[in-house]
Each structure stands twice: as structure tokens, then as C-alpha cells.
């Protein structure tokens, strides 16, 4: 049973860090891509970022490139999501995904191909 459990979410003030943190479970990690998303409030979900669990390649949307970077352990249990230079409009729940078949090629940031999902982790920055 795939099992996600993200963490390490909080209130910040805006310029403030947070490492997030995705406990990955009940899959083959070499054959998923591991995805970061969040959604703010009356929004949409949105894309952050993806690392292939093949080879590591991080993917990014262009809108977080720079703030935001993904990571693994040497484990390959656990999946990090690094934010920095936070700003109030960054304040969202933040959900790690995992999608199976070839996605570990291509990664995609968008929902569509991400089966399981993780639980969220509230991250609310103040100004």
C-alpha cells in the first residue's frame, strides 16, 4: 500500500525557510516520479516540482524555479521540499504525489498523472 506523509509545515514570517518533508512508503522508489503541490486557499492546486526516483532529475514549474528544490535522501524514503525567500502568497497546504507507469522519465508538474497523495502540510507565511 502506497503510503505518503508529508510534514514540517508552520507559520513563517515572509523572508522566513522551511524544509518539508514526504515519508514514502510501498512503492518501488526507482519506478515513480515524486511530486510537490500546494493549494491556497479558493485556488486551484499547483505544481511545484518533481524529482524522478530513477535518477534523481529534479523538474521544476517556472514560477518556483530558484525558491524551491527538491531532494531525497540516500534512503530514498523520505522526500524534501527546500522553500526559501517565503512570501505571504505562499501560504497554501503543500501535498506530495507519486505517479507510477514511465512518469519517472518526464516528471510532470501538473496533477493529472499522480495516483497516490500524501495528506498536506499547512504552510502559512505572514508578512
Known amino acids: 500500500e502506497v503510503q505518503l506523509q508529508a510534514s514540517g509545515g508552520g507559520s513563517v514570517q515572509a523572508g522566513g525557510s522551511l524544509r518539508l518533508s514526504c515519508a514514502a512508503s510501498?512503492?518501488?522508489?526507482?519506478?515513480?516520479?515524486i511530486g510537490w503541490f500546494r493549494q491556497a486557499p479558493g485556488k486551484a492546486r499547483e505544481g511545484v516540482g518533481c524529482?524522478?526516483?530513477?535518477?534523481?532529475?529534479?523538474y521544476y514549474t517556472d514560477s518556483q524555479r530558484g525558491r524551491f528544490a527538491i531532494a531525497t535522501d540516500n534512503a530514498k524514503t523520505t522526500v524534501y521540499l527546500q522553500v526559501n525567500g517565503l512570501q505571504p502568497e505562499d501560504t497554501a497546504v503543500y501535498y506530495c504525489?507519486?505517479?507510477?507507469?514511465?512518469?519517472?522519465?518526464?516528471?510532470?508538474?501538473?496533477?493529472?498523472?499522480?495516483?497516490?497523495w500524501g495528506q498536506g502540510t499547512q504552510v502559512t507565511v505572514s508578512s
Open positions: 504525489a507519486v505517479a507510477g507507469g514511465t512518469f519517472f522519465r518526464t516528471c510532470p508538474t501538473s496533477a493529472l498523472p499522480y495516483d497516490y
Open positions: 510501498g512503492f518501488t522508489f526507482d519506478e515513480y516520479a
Open positions: 524529482i524522478s526516483g530513477r535518477d534523481g532529475t529534479t
